[in-house]
C-alpha cells in the first residue's frame, strides 16, 4: 500500500539485493492529483529499520557513487531484528554520499517533506568493519536557493567509528523540522583505504 502526503509528483524506488554485494534499482515516476501538502509525522518514526526504509527513500547517490554499494538487507550481525545497512566504499580520496528523500529523486524540484516538529533527537546505531572508519552523519541537504528546500539542516562530522555497535545522536534543537524533503543523509570524504560500515535503527525521537 502506497500512501502520499498530498498531490504532486512521486517517484517509487525499488531495490533488489542478492545478499552477496550485488543489486539494481529501479523507478517509476507517478503523477497524483490533489493540493501539495506535508504531513506531521508521529514519533517515534523509523528512517530505516530492519530492511524498511520509509517515509524516505534512499535515492540521492552522490558524489563518486558508482564505487558505492548499499545492501538494506544485510544479515552480518544487525543491532536488531534480522536485518542492517551495509555500505562498501572502494573509491579512497573521493567523495561519497547517500540521501533519504522525499519524494524519491528529489533535489529541490518537487514539493514533499514530512513534518517532524517535535523530535528532538535523530538517533542510530552504527559499526565499521575494523574501526576507524570516518563518515559524516546529516538531516536535511537542500538550501533555500532551491524552490523546494528543506526547512532546516544539521550534520555531525568526522565520526570515527568502532568495530562494535555504537548509539549516534544528532541534536535537533533549534532546527525548523517543519519540511524535511532529506530526512537523513550519510556522506564519507578523503577515505585512506576502501570501508565498509554498517548502521541500524535510524530513526527520529522526541
Known amino acids: ?64 557513487h558508482v564505487a558505492l554499494s548499499m545492501d538494506p538487507e544485510c ?16 573509491d579512497p580520496g573521493m567523495w561519497v554520499g547517500v ?26 546505531w552504527a559499526r565499521g568493519e575494523y574501526g576507524g572508519e570516518r563518515i559524516n552523519l546529516g538531516v536535511g541537504l537542500l538550501e533555500s536557493d532551491r524552490p523546494h528546500h528543506d526547512s532546516g539542516k544539521t550534520s555531525v562530522e568526522g565520526i570515527v567509528l568502532k568495530d562494535a555497535w555504537q548509539r549516534y545522536r544528532i541534536p535537533l534543537d533549534g532546527i525548523d523540522l517543519a519540511s524535511l524533503k532529506t530526512g537523513f543523509v550519510v556522506t564519507l570524504t578523503g577515505q585512506p583505504t576502501a570501508v565498509t560500515f554498517y548502521l541500524d535503527s535510524i530513526r527520529f525521537i522526541r
Open 75 to 90: 544479515t552480518d550481525s544487525p543491532r536488531s531484528g534480522e536485518h542492517c545497512l551495509r555500505f562498501t566504499y572502494d
Open 99 to 124: 540521501a533519504w528523500q522525499h519524494p524519491a529523486n528529489n533535489w529541490g524540484e518537487m514539493d514533499g517533506g514530512h513534518d517532524l516538529s517535535g523530535a528532538s533527537t535523530l538517533e542510530l
Open 1 to 64: 500500500t502506497l500512501v502520499f502526503a498530498g498531490g504532486g509528483i512521486y517517484r517509487v524506488t525499488m531495490t533488489a539485493s542478492d545478499g552477496k554485494g550485488g543489486g539494481a534499482t529501479a523507478n517509476v515516476p507517478l503523477h497524483v492529483d490533489g493540493p501539495p501538502g506535508r504531513v506531521r509525522v508521529k514519533l517515534p518514526l523509523a528512517v530505516y529499520e530492519d530492511a524498511h526504509s520509509e517515509p524516505w527513500a534512499p535515492s540521492g547517490w552522490m558524489g563518486t
